[in-house]
Protein backbone atom coordinates (compact mmCIF):
# COMPACT_ATOMS: atom_id res chain seq x y z
CA UNK A 1 0.00 0.00 0.00
CA UNK A 2 1.51 3.16 -1.31
CA UNK A 3 0.24 7.17 0.00
CA UNK A 4 1.36 10.54 0.57
CA UNK A 5 1.46 12.88 3.18
CA UNK A 6 2.52 16.79 3.61
CA UNK A 7 4.68 17.12 6.72
CA UNK A 8 5.34 20.65 8.15
CA UNK A 9 8.89 22.86 8.05
CA UNK A 10 9.36 25.40 10.39
CA UNK A 11 8.67 28.42 8.03
CA UNK A 12 5.51 26.70 7.14
CA UNK A 13 5.92 25.51 3.65
CA UNK A 14 5.14 21.69 3.15
CA UNK A 15 7.14 19.12 1.50
CA UNK A 16 5.45 16.43 0.13
CA UNK A 17 6.93 12.74 0.73
CA UNK A 18 5.69 9.31 -0.43
CA UNK A 19 5.01 6.94 2.43
CA UNK A 20 5.12 3.36 1.06
CA UNK A 21 3.28 0.68 3.91
CA UNK A 22 5.34 -3.06 3.92
CA UNK A 23 2.66 -5.39 4.00
CA UNK A 24 3.92 -9.20 5.75
CA UNK A 25 1.95 -12.13 6.59
CA UNK A 26 2.09 -12.86 10.30
CA UNK A 27 1.98 -16.74 11.36
CA UNK A 28 -0.64 -17.30 14.06
CA UNK A 29 0.79 -17.79 17.61
CA UNK A 30 0.49 -21.21 19.07
CA UNK A 31 -2.06 -22.04 20.67
CA UNK A 32 -4.61 -19.38 18.15
CA UNK A 33 -7.71 -21.53 16.61
CA UNK A 34 -9.79 -20.30 13.70
CA UNK A 35 -12.28 -17.57 15.23
CA UNK A 36 -10.13 -17.04 18.07
CA UNK A 37 -10.57 -18.09 21.70
CA UNK A 38 -8.21 -20.98 23.50
CA UNK A 39 -7.92 -24.34 21.63
CA UNK A 40 -10.59 -27.02 22.81
CA UNK A 41 -9.78 -30.74 23.36
CA UNK A 42 -11.75 -31.41 20.38
CA UNK A 43 -9.26 -29.07 18.30
CA UNK A 44 -6.44 -31.77 20.19
CA UNK A 45 -8.56 -34.47 18.49
CA UNK A 46 -8.56 -33.21 15.13
CA UNK A 47 -4.77 -32.28 15.50
CA UNK A 48 -4.05 -35.71 16.34
CA UNK A 49 -6.51 -37.40 14.44
CA UNK A 50 -7.68 -39.38 17.48
CA UNK A 51 -11.09 -39.28 19.40
CA UNK A 52 -12.25 -36.67 21.96
CA UNK A 53 -12.20 -40.10 24.23
CA UNK A 54 -8.89 -41.08 23.76
CA UNK A 55 -7.87 -37.61 24.45
CA UNK A 56 -9.45 -37.62 27.66
CA UNK A 57 -8.09 -40.64 28.97
CA UNK A 58 -4.90 -40.05 27.68
CA UNK A 59 -4.89 -36.78 29.91
CA UNK A 60 -6.23 -38.68 32.66
CA UNK A 61 -4.52 -42.39 33.01
CA UNK A 62 -1.17 -41.91 29.94
CA UNK A 63 -0.68 -45.51 30.96
CA UNK A 64 -3.78 -46.80 29.01
CA UNK A 65 -3.16 -45.12 25.85
CA UNK A 66 -0.56 -46.92 23.00
CA UNK A 67 2.70 -45.06 23.25
CA UNK A 68 2.43 -43.60 19.51
CA UNK A 69 -1.35 -42.49 20.28
CA UNK A 70 0.05 -40.55 23.19
CA UNK A 71 3.19 -39.05 21.39
CA UNK A 72 0.67 -38.09 18.71
CA UNK A 73 -1.91 -36.18 21.38
CA UNK A 74 1.40 -34.61 23.59
CA UNK A 75 2.74 -33.31 20.53
CA UNK A 76 -0.75 -31.55 19.24
CA UNK A 77 -1.19 -30.43 22.96
CA UNK A 78 2.52 -28.66 22.88
CA UNK A 79 1.73 -27.07 19.32
CA UNK A 80 -1.95 -25.56 20.15
CA UNK A 81 -0.80 -24.86 23.37
CA UNK A 82 -3.95 -26.93 24.86
CA UNK A 83 -4.48 -26.30 28.64
CA UNK A 84 -7.18 -29.00 30.01
CA UNK A 85 -10.47 -27.10 31.46
CA UNK A 86 -10.14 -28.79 35.09
CA UNK A 87 -13.59 -26.70 35.80
CA UNK A 88 -15.12 -28.60 33.14
CA UNK A 89 -13.96 -31.77 33.83
CA UNK A 90 -14.60 -31.33 37.86
CA UNK A 91 -18.34 -30.84 36.63
CA UNK A 92 -18.65 -33.68 34.36
CA UNK A 93 -16.43 -36.28 36.54
CA UNK A 94 -17.33 -34.65 39.92
CA UNK A 95 -13.67 -34.80 40.73
CA UNK A 96 -11.65 -32.10 41.23
CA UNK A 97 -8.36 -33.81 41.26
CA UNK A 98 -6.59 -31.62 44.05
CA UNK A 99 -5.81 -32.65 47.93
CA UNK A 100 -6.21 -29.51 50.35
CA UNK A 101 -3.01 -28.89 52.43
CA UNK A 102 -3.05 -26.69 55.10
CA UNK A 103 0.36 -25.56 57.29
CA UNK A 104 0.93 -23.35 59.78
CA UNK A 105 3.32 -21.20 58.11
CA UNK A 106 5.69 -20.51 54.98
CA UNK A 107 8.65 -19.57 57.08
CA UNK A 108 9.79 -23.15 58.11
CA UNK A 109 11.50 -25.05 55.68
CA UNK A 110 10.53 -28.06 57.02
CA UNK A 111 6.68 -27.82 56.38
CA UNK A 112 8.22 -27.15 52.43
CA UNK A 113 9.79 -30.03 52.22
CA UNK A 114 7.07 -31.97 53.84
CA UNK A 115 4.87 -30.67 51.13
CA UNK A 116 7.49 -31.67 48.34
CA UNK A 117 6.97 -35.53 49.60
CA UNK A 118 3.14 -35.17 49.61
CA UNK A 119 3.04 -33.66 46.39
CA UNK A 120 5.93 -36.35 44.70
CA UNK A 121 3.27 -39.43 45.65
CA UNK A 122 -0.47 -38.11 45.06
CA UNK A 123 1.18 -37.01 41.35
CA UNK A 124 1.66 -40.60 40.42
CA UNK A 125 -1.84 -40.89 40.62
CA UNK A 126 -2.65 -37.79 39.09
CA UNK A 127 -3.43 -35.38 41.78
CA UNK A 128 -2.12 -31.91 42.77
CA UNK A 129 -1.45 -29.99 45.85
CA UNK A 130 -3.69 -26.95 46.90
CA UNK A 131 -1.82 -25.19 49.82
CA UNK A 132 -3.25 -22.94 52.84
CA UNK A 133 -1.47 -21.37 55.59
CA UNK A 134 -2.43 -19.80 58.68
CA UNK A 135 0.14 -18.28 60.63
CA UNK A 136 -0.92 -20.41 63.38
CA UNK A 137 -4.07 -18.76 63.47
CA UNK A 138 -7.64 -21.10 64.00
CA UNK A 139 -9.74 -18.66 62.64
CA UNK A 140 -7.42 -18.59 59.28
CA UNK A 141 -7.42 -22.74 59.62
CA UNK A 142 -11.20 -22.70 59.43
CA UNK A 143 -11.98 -20.58 56.51
CA UNK A 144 -9.27 -22.47 54.34
CA UNK A 145 -10.90 -25.86 55.28
CA UNK A 146 -14.02 -24.20 54.20
CA UNK A 147 -12.49 -23.06 51.05
CA UNK A 148 -10.50 -26.46 50.47
CA UNK A 149 -14.00 -28.11 50.94
CA UNK A 150 -16.58 -25.42 48.52
CA UNK A 151 -13.76 -26.35 46.06
CA UNK A 152 -14.40 -30.37 46.12
CA UNK A 153 -10.74 -31.27 47.48
CA UNK A 154 -10.80 -34.79 47.29
CA UNK A 155 -8.69 -35.02 50.85
CA UNK A 156 -7.19 -32.65 53.32
CA UNK A 157 -3.78 -33.02 55.16
CA UNK A 158 -4.49 -30.96 58.33
CA UNK A 159 -1.55 -29.98 60.53
CA UNK A 160 -1.76 -32.18 64.01
CA UNK A 161 -3.30 -30.19 66.73
CA UNK A 162 -6.38 -29.15 68.90
CA UNK A 163 -9.18 -27.90 66.91
CA UNK A 164 -12.06 -25.37 67.77
CA UNK A 165 -15.63 -26.78 67.99
CA UNK A 166 -16.58 -25.15 64.57
CA UNK A 167 -13.57 -26.74 63.17
CA UNK A 168 -14.47 -29.96 64.68
CA UNK A 169 -17.83 -29.74 63.72
CA UNK A 170 -17.05 -29.30 60.31
CA UNK A 171 -14.47 -32.47 59.87
CA UNK A 172 -17.28 -34.51 61.70
CA UNK A 173 -19.57 -34.01 58.81
CA UNK A 174 -16.86 -34.94 55.71
CA UNK A 175 -16.61 -37.98 54.61
CA UNK A 176 -13.30 -37.35 52.29
CA UNK A 177 -10.27 -38.78 53.96
CA UNK A 178 -8.47 -36.54 56.47
CA UNK A 179 -4.74 -36.97 57.64
CA UNK A 180 -3.19 -34.88 60.30
CA UNK A 181 0.80 -34.22 60.26
CA UNK A 182 3.67 -33.36 62.13
CA UNK A 183 1.99 -34.63 65.80
CA UNK A 184 0.69 -37.77 67.42
CA UNK A 185 -2.41 -38.46 69.66
CA UNK A 186 -3.95 -41.88 71.14
CA UNK A 187 -7.05 -41.93 70.04
CA UNK A 188 -7.24 -39.48 66.74
CA UNK A 189 -10.23 -38.78 65.03
CA UNK A 190 -8.89 -38.99 61.91
CA UNK A 191 -5.54 -40.49 60.78
CA UNK A 192 -2.15 -39.13 61.73
CA UNK A 193 1.53 -39.35 60.30
CA UNK A 194 4.22 -37.89 62.77
CA UNK A 195 5.66 -38.05 65.42
CA UNK A 196 5.88 -36.77 69.48
CA UNK A 197 6.08 -33.57 70.06
CA UNK A 198 6.40 -34.56 73.84
CA UNK A 199 9.09 -36.72 73.30
CA UNK A 200 11.20 -34.67 71.04
CA UNK A 201 11.23 -32.21 74.36
CA UNK A 202 12.07 -34.90 76.74
CA UNK A 203 14.81 -36.47 74.36
CA UNK A 204 16.59 -33.01 74.81
CA UNK A 205 16.22 -32.99 78.18
CA UNK A 206 17.90 -36.34 78.02
CA UNK A 207 20.24 -35.46 76.46
CA UNK A 208 21.31 -31.83 78.40
CA UNK A 209 21.58 -33.68 81.64
CA UNK A 210 23.49 -36.49 80.44
CA UNK A 211 26.22 -33.89 79.57
CA UNK A 212 26.23 -32.63 83.06
CA UNK A 213 24.35 -29.78 82.85
CA UNK A 214 21.93 -28.54 85.80
CA UNK A 215 21.11 -24.78 84.94
CA UNK A 216 19.03 -25.54 82.22
CA UNK A 217 16.49 -23.06 79.63
CA UNK A 218 14.00 -23.64 76.83
CA UNK A 219 12.86 -21.24 74.60
CA UNK A 220 9.60 -21.36 72.61
CA UNK A 221 6.57 -18.92 72.23
CA UNK A 222 3.57 -17.90 74.36
CA UNK A 223 0.28 -17.70 71.88
CA UNK A 224 -2.63 -16.10 72.84
CA UNK A 225 -5.50 -18.23 72.48
CA UNK A 226 -5.99 -18.35 68.77
CA UNK A 227 -2.36 -17.77 67.54
CA UNK A 228 -0.72 -20.75 69.49
CA UNK A 229 1.84 -22.95 68.01
CA UNK A 230 0.33 -26.50 69.94
CA UNK A 231 3.20 -28.68 68.49
CA UNK A 232 5.69 -26.47 70.08
CA UNK A 233 4.26 -25.66 73.26
CA UNK A 234 3.74 -30.01 73.40
CA UNK A 235 8.24 -29.86 73.02
CA UNK A 236 8.07 -27.53 75.59
CA UNK A 237 5.99 -29.26 78.13
CA UNK A 238 8.13 -32.58 77.61
CA UNK A 239 11.30 -30.87 78.12
CA UNK A 240 9.83 -29.44 81.41
CA UNK A 241 8.73 -33.10 82.68
CA UNK A 242 11.70 -34.43 81.64
CA UNK A 243 13.35 -31.75 83.86
CA UNK A 244 10.92 -32.30 87.19
CA UNK A 245 11.13 -36.07 86.79
CA UNK A 246 14.97 -35.52 87.11
CA UNK A 247 14.64 -33.25 90.36
CA UNK A 248 15.79 -30.66 88.36
CA UNK A 249 14.10 -26.86 88.20
CA UNK A 250 12.07 -26.01 85.01
CA UNK A 251 11.91 -22.16 86.51
CA UNK A 252 14.13 -21.20 83.31
CA UNK A 253 11.81 -22.54 80.51
CA UNK A 254 10.76 -19.18 79.32
CA UNK A 255 8.03 -18.96 77.00
CA UNK A 256 7.65 -15.40 75.38
CA UNK A 257 5.70 -13.71 72.04
CA UNK A 258 3.48 -15.48 69.78
CA UNK A 259 4.17 -18.30 66.82
CA UNK A 260 5.52 -18.10 64.08
CA UNK A 261 8.81 -18.19 65.72
CA UNK A 262 12.00 -16.67 63.52
CA UNK A 263 15.46 -16.00 64.17
CA UNK A 264 14.76 -12.44 65.44
CA UNK A 265 12.41 -14.32 68.00
CA UNK A 266 15.31 -16.57 69.49
CA UNK A 267 17.57 -13.55 69.80
CA UNK A 268 15.55 -11.53 71.55
CA UNK A 269 14.37 -13.97 73.70
CA UNK A 270 17.77 -15.81 74.10
CA UNK A 271 19.00 -12.09 75.51
CA UNK A 272 16.26 -12.35 78.25
CA UNK A 273 17.39 -15.40 79.22
CA UNK A 274 20.76 -14.80 79.75
CA UNK A 275 19.52 -11.12 81.63
CA UNK A 276 17.59 -13.43 83.72
CA UNK A 277 20.39 -16.23 84.40
CA UNK A 278 23.79 -14.99 83.59
CA UNK A 279 24.98 -18.69 85.68
CA UNK A 280 22.78 -20.96 82.28
CA UNK A 281 24.90 -23.57 81.34
CA UNK A 282 22.28 -25.03 78.59
CA UNK A 283 19.35 -24.55 76.24
CA UNK A 284 16.60 -26.00 74.71
CA UNK A 285 15.15 -23.82 71.74
CA UNK A 286 11.76 -25.22 70.30
CA UNK A 287 13.23 -24.96 66.67
CA UNK A 288 16.07 -24.83 65.04
CA UNK A 289 14.91 -20.91 63.41
CA UNK A 290 15.23 -20.09 67.31
CA UNK A 291 18.29 -21.95 68.26
CA UNK A 292 20.14 -20.10 65.25
CA UNK A 293 18.57 -16.98 66.57
CA UNK A 294 19.91 -17.66 70.27
CA UNK A 295 23.37 -18.87 68.77
CA UNK A 296 23.63 -15.77 67.02
CA UNK A 297 22.97 -13.50 70.47
CA UNK A 298 25.55 -15.43 71.93
CA UNK A 299 28.19 -14.91 69.65
CA UNK A 300 27.29 -10.93 70.12
CA UNK A 301 27.60 -11.06 73.95
CA UNK A 302 30.81 -13.07 73.59
CA UNK A 303 29.13 -15.74 75.30
CA UNK A 304 31.19 -19.27 74.15
CA UNK A 305 28.93 -22.14 72.21
CA UNK A 306 29.36 -24.92 73.76
CA UNK A 307 31.93 -23.51 76.11
CA UNK A 308 29.62 -21.38 78.71
CA UNK A 309 26.38 -22.27 77.08
CA UNK A 310 25.15 -25.59 75.63
CA UNK A 311 22.29 -25.46 72.78
CA UNK A 312 20.12 -28.07 71.25
CA UNK A 313 17.20 -26.76 68.75
CA UNK A 314 14.21 -29.08 67.15
CA UNK A 315 13.47 -29.53 63.40
CA UNK A 316 16.97 -30.32 61.54
CA UNK A 317 16.80 -27.06 59.10
CA UNK A 318 19.22 -26.93 56.85
CA UNK A 319 20.94 -23.82 58.51
CA UNK A 320 21.78 -25.31 61.78
CA UNK A 321 23.59 -27.63 60.24
CA UNK A 322 25.61 -24.71 58.69
CA UNK A 323 26.01 -22.76 61.53
CA UNK A 324 29.34 -22.31 63.14
CA UNK A 325 29.54 -23.63 65.11
CA UNK A 326 27.12 -26.37 63.89
CA UNK A 327 23.36 -26.58 65.66
CA UNK A 328 23.09 -30.02 67.65
CA UNK A 329 18.88 -30.54 67.35
CA UNK A 330 16.16 -33.44 67.68
CA UNK A 331 15.60 -34.12 63.76
CA UNK A 332 12.71 -35.44 61.69
CA UNK A 333 12.66 -36.16 58.37
CA UNK A 334 9.69 -34.20 57.15
CA UNK A 335 10.15 -35.18 53.10
CA UNK A 336 9.55 -38.97 54.88
CA UNK A 337 6.49 -37.76 56.81
CA UNK A 338 4.87 -35.90 53.47
CA UNK A 339 5.81 -39.02 51.35
CA UNK A 340 4.28 -41.41 53.62
CA UNK A 341 1.06 -38.49 54.07
CA UNK A 342 0.48 -39.04 50.39
CA UNK A 343 0.92 -42.39 50.10
CA UNK A 344 -1.88 -43.31 53.03
CA UNK A 345 -3.91 -40.66 51.03
CA UNK A 346 -3.87 -42.62 48.17
CA UNK A 347 -4.54 -45.95 49.79
CA UNK A 348 -7.97 -43.83 51.49
CA UNK A 349 -8.91 -42.50 48.12
CA UNK A 350 -8.38 -45.83 46.59
CA UNK A 351 -10.29 -47.55 49.53
CA UNK A 352 -7.92 -49.92 50.20
CA UNK A 353 -8.68 -52.16 53.77
CA UNK A 354 -6.15 -51.85 56.80
CA UNK A 355 -5.10 -48.53 55.99
CA UNK A 356 -2.95 -47.53 59.73
CA UNK A 357 -4.61 -44.88 62.02
CA UNK A 358 -1.26 -44.15 63.53
CA UNK A 359 2.19 -43.78 61.95
CA UNK A 360 4.81 -42.86 63.83
CA UNK A 361 8.16 -41.72 62.46
CA UNK A 362 9.87 -40.90 65.55
CA UNK A 363 12.75 -38.35 66.18
CA UNK A 364 16.05 -38.85 66.05
CA UNK A 365 19.25 -36.73 68.27
CA UNK A 366 21.98 -35.22 65.95
CA UNK A 367 24.61 -33.77 68.05
CA UNK A 368 27.18 -31.81 66.33
CA UNK A 369 28.67 -28.98 67.61
CA UNK A 370 26.86 -26.69 69.61
CA UNK A 371 26.27 -29.36 73.11
CA UNK A 372 29.70 -30.27 75.47
CA UNK A 373 30.23 -32.30 78.47
CA UNK A 374 29.92 -30.08 81.42
CA UNK A 375 32.39 -31.05 83.80
CA UNK A 376 31.34 -31.57 87.33
CA UNK A 377 31.77 -28.49 89.77
CA UNK A 378 35.05 -28.62 92.02
CA UNK A 379 34.51 -27.65 95.50
CA UNK A 380 36.76 -24.48 96.79
CA UNK A 381 39.00 -24.53 99.79
CA UNK A 382 35.93 -22.78 101.08
CA UNK A 383 33.75 -25.67 100.22
CA UNK A 384 32.05 -23.97 97.15
CA UNK A 385 31.77 -25.24 93.77
CA UNK A 386 33.89 -23.23 91.16
Known amino acids: MTGRTRTGTGDGAGQIIEARALSRVVPPAAGARAGGGRPTIMDVSARAGVSRMTVSRALRAPHLVREDTRRAIERAIAELGYVPDRAAEALSTRRSGFVGLVVPTLTNTNFADAARGLTDIIRREGYELLIGYTDYDENAML ?22 PA ?4 LAAETIPIVQMAGLASRPVNRMVGYSNREAGRMAARHLMALGHRRIGALGAAGDGLS ?33 VSFTHGAQAMGRLLDQAPDLEAVFAVSDLVGVGALMECHRRGVRVPGDVSLIGFGGFEVGRQMVPALTTVAVD ?24 IVDLGVTLVERETTAFRPPAVPSATGAPT
Open 143 to 164: RHVRDMLARRAEALVLPAGPRG
Open 228 to 260: CDHRGGERLEGFAEALREAGRSDALVLRMGNAP
Open 167 to 170: LRGL
Open 334 to 357: FRAMGERTGGMVLDLLAGRPDVPR
